[in-house]
C-alpha cells in the first residue's frame, strides 16, 4: 500500500496579520507592565488619594522630553498627554450610563458566582460602579457567593474598588473584607495578588482604621485589626 504524500503548497499563512498579532502583543505586555510599575510607585510613594493614584497610572507612558526637542512641537505633546485620559474608564463612559449601571447593580439579585461574574463583567466598568455592586449585594451575600474561593483574579479587583470608599461606607466595606477573608480558599486567593495589589490592601486597613480612630468604637478597631492581620 503506498501512502500519499501531505502536500502544504496550498496551505496559506498570513505574515502580515501574525507580524501585527505579535506587535500588539507585545505593546499591551509593555504597557502592562509599565503601568504596573506606576501602581507600585504610587503605593510606595501613598499617594494621599485614589485620584493621585489614578494620574500616576495614566501617565506611566510619558518619557521627559529630550533637549532637541522643539517648543513648537508642544501641541502635539499636549495631545499625547490627554490620550490615556480619555480611554480611562472614569472619563469614556457617559454620566448617564454610569448612572444606569450603578441602578442596575442596586437592583440586581445575584445567587451564585456565576450571577455575579456575569454581572461584574457586564455592567461594572469603573471603580464606581463596581463598589456599589458589591455594597449593594452585601457582605452576607458574598460570603455565601465566595464560600469556597475567589476565583478569576477578583480578589485584586475588590480591593483596588473598596479603596475608593466614601467615609459613611467604611463600616460596609469592613464587613464586605471580613465576609470575603472567610473564604475557605481565602490564602490560596491572596497568593494571586500581585505586589501592586498587596500594598493597595494595607493602604486600605490603614484608611479604614484612620476612619475608625474617629470613634470609640473598640470592637470594630478590632476587626479592623483581625483584617489587617490576615490581609497584610
Not at 501602581?39 to 518619557?63: C, G, W
Amino acid at each position: 500500500m503506498s501512502s500519499k504524500k501531505i502536500s502544504h503548497d496550498d496551505d496559506h499563512l498570513d505574515f502580515k496579520k501574525l507580524e501585527e498579532e505579535v506587535q500588539t502583543a507585545v505593546v499591551n505586555d509593555e504597557r502592562y507592565w509599565r503601568e504596573n510599575d506606576a501602581k507600585i510607585r504610587a503605593v510606595e510613594q501613598r499617594v494621599p488619594t485614589y485620584d493621585d493614584f489614578r494620574e500616576l497610572v495614566l501617565a506611566a507612558h510619558l518619557k521627559p522630553l529630550e533637549k532637541e526637542d522643539k517648543m513648537n512641537n508642544i501641541k502635539n505633546f499636549t495631545q499625547i498627554w490627554n490620550q490615556p485620559a480619555t480611554l480611562f474608564p472614569k472619563s469614556n463612559i457617559p454620566d448617564n450610563i454610569q448612572n444606569e449601571n450603578e441602578a442596575k447593580s442596586d437592583q440586581v439579585t445575584v445567587n451564585s458566582g456565576q450571577e455575579f461574574a456575569q454581572h461584574w463583567k457586564r455592567y461594572c466598568k469603573t471603580h464606581k460602579e463596581k463598589k456599589a455592586f458589591l455594597l449593594s449585594v452585601g457582605a452576607s451575600k458574598l460570603q455565601s457567593i465566595f464560600k469556597v474561593e475567589i476565583a478569576g483574579g477578583l480578589l485584586g479587583e475588590f480591593i483596588e474598588c473598596l479603596y475608593t470608599f466614601e467615609d459613611h461606607e467604611a463600616h460596609l466595606v469592613a464587613n464586605c473584607l471580613e465576609s470575603l477573608s472567610k473564604s475557605q480558599r481565602f490564602s490560596l486567593s491572596k497568593t494571586f495578588l500581585n505586589k501592586c495589589e498587596l500594598e493597595l490592601c494595607t493602604l486600605l486597613l490603614d484608611k479604614l482604621m484612620e476612619k475608625q480612630n474617629k470613634t470609640d468604637d473598640i470592637q470594630c478597631m478590632d476587626k479592623l485589626k483581625m483584617l489587617r492581620n490576615i490581609y497584610c
